[in-house]
């Protein structure tokens, strides 16, 4: 799971799941050595080092989910605890209501728009940094 997301704003909204969308290992190690890791017979020759001397932890886009009950139009969702950026917004919803977002990018606040004007359960997938 990423780093802890915290939700605030005017929807009531539970966050269902947080996610790192990485390839690969998580670790947070990053090999500037001289040799590849784990193995000292292999030379510098070989190449394996970092050109951008970088160390620690890379972090990559992460993907909410989240649930939100009740509500009315201009319902607002506001992420925090680690998010500086929201890529992208996707919503659906359980009954018969369609429902929009709007995503204000600099804010980090994802703005609900209930096009039948009443709304029931949605679930809303948060695409950020």
């Known amino acids: 799971m990423a780093s802890e997301l915290t939700l ?8 269902v799941g947080n996610w790192e969308l990485r390839a690969g290992s998580q670790g947070t190690e990053e090999w500037l050595g ?36 009740g509500g009315a139009d201009g319902e607002t969702i506001i ?6 950026a929201i890529l992208s917004v996707m919503a659906t919803d359980a009954g018969t209501a369609a429902v929009a977002v709007g995503a204000s990018f600099t804010a ?22």
């Not at 620690?56 to 939100?68: C, E, F, M, T, W």
């Not at 992420?79 to 500086?84: F, I, N, S």
Request: charged share 10%; glycine share 10%; hydrophobic share 40%.
């Open 8 to 15: 605030s704003g005017t929807a009531t909204a539970t966050l």
């Open 34 to 69: 001289a040799d590849y890791p784990g193995d000292d017979s292999i030379t510098t020759s070989f190449g394996a080092k970092q050109a951008d001397a970088a160390t620690g932890y890379d972090s990559a886009p992460k993907l909410a989910l989240i649930n939100v009950t």
């Open 79 to 84: 992420l925090a605890g680690g998010a500086t």
């Open 108 to 129: 980090l606040t994802a703005t609900l728009q209930y096009l039948s004007g009443s709304s029931n359960v949605t679930t809303v997938m948060v695409l950020y940094n």
